[in-house]
């Protein structure tokens, strides 16, 4: 049964409405800045949860996982807008790749043991992170003039697929700032980042699939920790504005956006640092 659902039908078209408009803001947003999204999906996700009662050991997990599973769409449609541009380095993602896939395994497991609350301040603490390279980050900072051949990006690879799985991100959000603090151009950073996404998102899914299987309390039409209905309502719309964001990516100086993005980051850490401080 769905779980204590007591809605009337226009607070249920609110929901579906700001799934929707989440939908074109996510794909905008993967286009333009080369992230998966999960930034936007999770809090929004977590919110829509709240309101239909979902039970709060499970409401991070189903966010989380939900918003993996519309990732992959996006950040498929996302990679292959921005190779046919020419601004992706294929090298480097079959480098790195491998070991960000071991690192979203390792995520999977951590998340499939871990409270919700645990997952709330990784999400505190990584959003915060996030929201700082945004506000203060500038293209023009640089630790060298190429990309390191030594272990430890690999290293750095596989952290970011373990943190990117816990926050459910497409990892563009440390994948971008590793390449232009080596001197890669900027564009050239988010079409590489948008390429790790579907590597993050497919095993992250599926590995939520998993840890959330048979686990009472989810929300009909789900498998495991994945919500279905959100993401048939959101994924269309996702795939559909993402060009226009590669469009704008490739056209103008996206500084004050990456701004707005940082504000609304820190809207969202407050949020989960209120549910966190009174215990809910």
């Not at 794909?27 to 239909?52: D, H, K, Q």
């Not at 980050?137 to 970011?160: M, Q």
Request: include cysteine; proline fraction near 5%; charge should be positive.
């Amino acid at each position: 049964m769905w779980p204590q659902l007591s809605m009337t039908g226009g607070n249920l078209a609110l929901l579906v409405a700001a799934l929707i408009l989440a939908g074109a803001i996510v794909g905008f947003m993967s286009g333009l800045l080369g992230i998966g999204g999960g930034g936007i999906l999770v809090p929004v996700l977590y919110e829509t949860f709240t309101a239909l009662n979902v039970e709060p050991e499970i409401r991070m997990h189903m966010a989380l996982a939900t918003s993996l599973a519309i990732i992959i769409p996006t950040s498929f449609r996302s990679y292959s807008l921005h190779r046919a541009k020419g601004s992706v380095d294929t090298e480097l993602l079959r480098r790195l790749g491998p070991w960000t896939v071991a690192g979203v395994l390792l995520g999977i497991v951590t998340a499939g043991n871990v409270s919700s609350t645990t997952l709330k301040w990784f999400w505190v603490v990584f959003g915060t992170v996030m929201a700082l390279k945004l506000w203060f980050g500038r293209d023009s900072w640089r630790l060298g003039t190429e990309i390191p051949k030594s272990w430890a990006l690999e290293f750095y690879a596989v952290v970011v697929g373990y943190v990117s799985v816990l926050i459910s991100i497409g990892g563009a959000a440390f994948t971008v700032a590793m390449m232009t603090l080596y001197g890669r151009p900027v564009l050239q950073a988010v079409g590489t980042s948008s390429g790790f996404g579907p590597m993050i998102a497919i095993p992250g899914a599926l590995g939520f699939v998993w840890a959330g299987w048979g686990v009472p309390g989810t929300l009909p039409l789900s498998l495991g920790y994945v919500n279905l209905l959100a993401a048939a309502l959101i994924i269309p719309l996702s795939v559909l504005t993402a060009p226009l964001g590669v469009r704008i990516a490739h056209g103008i100086p996206k500084r004050r956006l990456e701004q707005a993005f940082a504000l609304f980051l820190c809207v969202v850490v407050a949020r989960f640092l209120s549910i966190l401080l009174s215990g809910h």
